[in-house]
């Protein structure tokens, strides 16, 4: 082990005057998004492995995502559920919900997501009753991601007893969020802000990007990965960009893409890099190992996410009959599957690689 600590310090610090989230400067996390070396990068999962044991365990969290409605008032240029596209809409009846919402506490997992398109057909009173219902009766943790709601509903949900709130930055070039974000209802969108806003009313905030946006630079990645440590987030999601064909940022990914060489690529290594660094950087923080990363390596995608760093698994709730329409980038890994069948697959995807399932709802370890 000392051998491997040497490694370690030889590798890091390849200058850089800033200050050191956890050793690491800002030129340090550039460089390892840069790095190709698979010896080198074999080093970055042993570290980020190693931290991920010390700081959370070996539990894996499992969050069952229930996706409320594919209704979206956006029209974020990357995703398939962008309001102006011309799709069937589905919203889950309030029964609908109950019944994900008790599976899940059948196949024993300490928290439920309620996710959604920005939905204003889902009313404050409506995600209330959801999640005093929650509380009532079940063990349940309970974690939002419904978008940029107003004060007062998060004000309410929080209230009422919603413990997380998920909203991802996307990447931290404001410019390119701009142009793939657009405003919308004539209300600026500062999801940074909304980070800081949900902290301040007590929930636990999640954030996180999508890796290899047509746009993404290097640099914009590791000034991602530094605002996750800046922002002192609860959690932090990360998967691979993945191109949607019926959307105007896959089709027209050149016009937004940088020179090769400079772009980011939307591969699995690359997400497992930030998932590591994060890891490094943020220590106990808890990381889900996405669909998306399991989407773009259906081999072993989610494995290698769990390997490099991440402690969290979301296995899908939504009845299968409504997942296709959550369509918000194709050939989305274990769509098909009913959760008693994702169920099976990662309790023996788990032991494979020496890791439990979570007991509980898992929330940060302080
Ligand atoms: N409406 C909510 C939930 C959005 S879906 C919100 O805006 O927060 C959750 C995440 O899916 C998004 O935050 C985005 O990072 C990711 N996503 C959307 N389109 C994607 C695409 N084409 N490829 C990969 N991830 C995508």
């Given at each position: 082990m000392q051998a491997a600590g040497a490694v370690w310090k030889l590798l890091r610090g390849k200058g850089g005057a800033e200050p050191e989230p956890k050793g690491l400067t800002r030129n340090d996390v550039l460089s390892w998004l840069k790095e190709e070396e698979e010896w080198k990068l074999d080093f970055l999962w042993t570290e980020a492995d190693r931290v991920r044991h010390e700081q959370v365990g070996d539990e894996v969290h499992l969050r069952g995502l229930i996706e409320l409605s594919n209704y979206c008032r956006r029209d974020c240029l990357y995703c398939g559920i962008r309001g102006s596209r011309r799709i069937e809409r589905y919203r889950l009846s309030?029964?609908?919900?109950?019944?994900?919402?008790?599976?899940?506490?059948?196949?024993?997992?300490?928290?439920?997501?309620?996710?959604?398109?920005?939905?204003?057909?889902?009313?404050?009173?409506?995600?209330?009753?959801?999640?005093?219902?929650?509380?009532?009766?079940?063990?349940?943790?309970?974690?939002?991601?419904?978008g940029e709601?107003?004060?007062?509903?998060?004000?309410?949900?929080?209230?009422?007893?919603?413990?997380?709130?998920?909203l991802r930055h996307?990447?931290?070039d404001m410019a390119l969020l701009r142009r793939i974000h657009p405003d919308c209802g004539g209300e600026r969108s500062d999801r940074v802000e909304f980070l800081r806003k949900l902290k301040r009313l007590g929930y636990e905030a999640g954030s996180g990007v999508m890796v290899g946006i047509p746009g993404q630079s290097y640099e914009t990645l590791a000034n991602d990965v530094l605002l996750f440590h800046e922002l002192d987030l609860e959690m932090v999601g990360?998967?691979?960009?993945?191109?949607?064909?019926?959307?105007?940022?896959?089709?027209?990914?050149?016009?937004?893409?940088l020179p090769a060489g400079e772009q980011?690529?939307?591969?699995?290594?690359?997400?497992?890099?930030?998932?590591?660094?994060?890891?490094?950087v943020c220590q106990n923080v808890?990381?889900?190992s996405t669909t998306a990363l399991a989407t773009v390596n259906t081999e072993n995608g989610r494995e290698l996410g769990l390997e490099r760093g991440a402690n969290?698994?979301?296995?899908?709730?939504?009845?299968?009959?409504?997942r296709a329409l959550y369509d918000i980038y194709p050939d989305k890994a274990c769509a098909g599957d009913t959760a008693e069948a994702c169920q099976a697959c990662l309790?023996?995807?788990?032991?494979?690689?020496?890791?439990?399932?979570?007991?509980?709802?898992?929330?940060?370890?302080?």
């Amino acid at each position: 082990m000392q051998a491997a600590g040497a490694v370690w310090k030889l590798l890091r610090g390849k200058g850089g005057a800033e200050p050191e989230p956890k050793g690491l400067t800002r030129n340090d996390v550039l460089s390892w998004l840069k790095e190709e070396e698979e010896w080198k990068l074999d080093f970055l999962w042993t570290e980020a492995d190693r931290v991920r044991h010390e700081q959370v365990g070996d539990e894996v969290h499992l969050r069952g995502l229930i996706e409320l409605s594919n209704y979206c008032r956006r029209d974020c240029l990357y995703c398939g559920i962008r309001g102006s596209r011309r799709i069937e809409r589905y919203r889950l009846s309030e029964l609908e919900v109950e019944e994900c919402v008790r599976l899940g506490v059948r196949l024993g997992y300490g928290t439920v997501v309620l996710q959604a398109g920005e939905d204003p057909g889902l009313s404050r009173e409506r995600i209330t009753r959801h999640v005093r219902f929650i509380k009532a009766e079940t063990p349940l943790a309970v974690t939002l991601s419904l978008g940029e709601r107003s004060d007062a509903e998060l004000a309410e949900w929080r209230e009422a007893g919603a413990d997380r709130y998920l909203l991802r930055h996307e990447t931290a070039d404001m410019a390119l969020l701009r142009r793939i974000h657009p405003d919308c209802g004539g209300e600026r969108s500062d999801r940074v802000e909304f980070l800081r806003k949900l902290k301040r009313l007590g929930y636990e905030a999640g954030s996180g990007v999508m890796v290899g946006i047509p746009g993404q630079s290097y640099e914009t990645l590791a000034n991602d990965v530094l605002l996750f440590h800046e922002l002192d987030l609860e959690m932090v999601g990360v998967g691979p960009y993945l191109a949607h064909p019926d959307t105007p940022l896959g089709r027209d990914a050149a016009s937004f893409s940088l020179p090769a060489g400079e772009q980011v690529p939307a591969t699995d290594v690359m997400t497992t890099k930030v998932i590591a660094l994060t890891r490094l950087v943020c220590q106990n923080v808890n990381i889900p190992s996405t669909t998306a990363l399991a989407t773009v390596n259906t081999e072993n995608g989610r494995e290698l996410g769990l390997e490099r760093g991440a402690n969290v698994w979301m296995p899908n709730l939504t009845p299968v009959k409504y997942r296709a329409l959550y369509d918000i980038y194709p050939d989305k890994a274990c769509a098909g599957d009913t959760a008693e069948a994702c169920q099976a697959c990662l309790l023996r995807r788990l032991a494979s690689i020496g890791r439990v399932p979570g007991k509980g709802p898992g929330g940060q370890r302080k």
